[in-house]
């Protein structure tokens, strides 16, 4: 069950690349620290397209593609 909502403001890229926008998350008790899901109203908002086998996010900039990397 979620605590509750937060919105923050998410940036993608660097200093001479990035997209901005203000998200919704929903704030939920976990044991471990900073954890984000992304589903896809975020994706359909920033037009981004995942790539789930690299686990990278490609996100449209200002100046070109911004490629986002995650880890497990």
Known sequence: ???GR????VTFGQLDNFHKEPLTFEVV???????SLL?????AMFMVVPNYTY???KVPG???????EGNF
């Open 1 to 3: 069950m979620p605590l």
């Open 6 to 9: 937060i919105r923050l403001n």
């Open 29 to 35: 008790d976990f044991p471990d620290v900073y954890h």
């Open 39 to 43: 589903g896809w109203p975020c994706f």
């Open 55 to 57: 686990l990278k996010l």
């Open 62 to 68: 200002p100046k070109g593609v911004i490629t986002t």
